[in-house]
Nanobody, 115 residues
């Protein structure tokens, strides 16, 4: 069984920074990619950023230049460094992982950016 555990969400003022972490644990052979998605109430979950096992990154246009995704392969952990945060970045952020061809979600962590 695979688990993705997120941490690092919270309340921050506009212009501030936060770092999210997601640690993968359980039984798997290979992590294909990990990433972050976000979801507002009543809306679809949307991609924020992903990173492959080889380090290739992909970002939503709305976060390019402000967010940076990285990973520590030894710790099976992915990070999302969020800077220059805006009130519209307020959402629940979910970690996504693909291990051995199967997809998994974390439980989500709330990020709230006050104006």
């Amino acid at each position: 069984q695979v688990q993705l555990v997120e941490s690092g969400g919270g309340l921050v003022q506009s212009g501030g920074s936060l770092r999210l972490s997601c640690a993968a644990s359980g039984s798997f052979f290979r992590i294909n990619f990990m990433g972050w998605y976000r979801q507002a109430p009543g809306k679809q979950r949307q991609l924020v950023a992903t990173i492959t096992s080889g380090g290739t990154t992909n970002y939503a246009d709305s976060v390019k230049g402000r967010f940076t995704i990285s990973r520590d392969n030894a710790k099976n952990t992915v990070y999302l460094q969020m800077s220059s945060l805006k009130p519209e970045d307020t959402d629940v952020y979910f970690c996504r992982g693909s291990m051995d061809g199967y997809g998994y979600w974390g439980q989500g962590t709330q990020v709230t950016v006050s104006a």
